[in-house]
């Protein structure tokens, strides 16, 4: 069982990682800002990668607790 939950947790932060270098692309110094109301909006396919990565994150939080507890 710990072999199966290691090999999905590498498989997830693998995937979590590409993720999140996918989203890096195209950011900029005014987008940084967390108090700038000048954002933009996540549409279409920016949109879906994000959700994408939030569930994948929240997936690898529940397989790191599964491995903690066994």
């Given amino acids: 069982m710990k072999i199966a939950l290691s090999i ?3 498989t997830l932060s693998i995937i979590l990682s590409a993720l999140i270098f ?31 990565t939030v569930f994948i994150t929240i997936l690898f939080l529940i ?7 066994n």
Avoid at 28 to 47: A, C, H, M, V
Avoid at 63 to 69: D, E
């Fill in 63 to 69: 397989s790191s607790i599964t491995q903690l507890i």
């Fill in 22 to 52: 996918l989203q890096a692309k195209g950011q900029n110094e005014s987008n940084s800002n967390i108090l700038s109301d000048t954002g933009s909006k996540r549409r279409g396919w920016e949109k879906f990668i994000f959700n994408l």
């Fill in 8 to 10: 999905v947790q590498i």
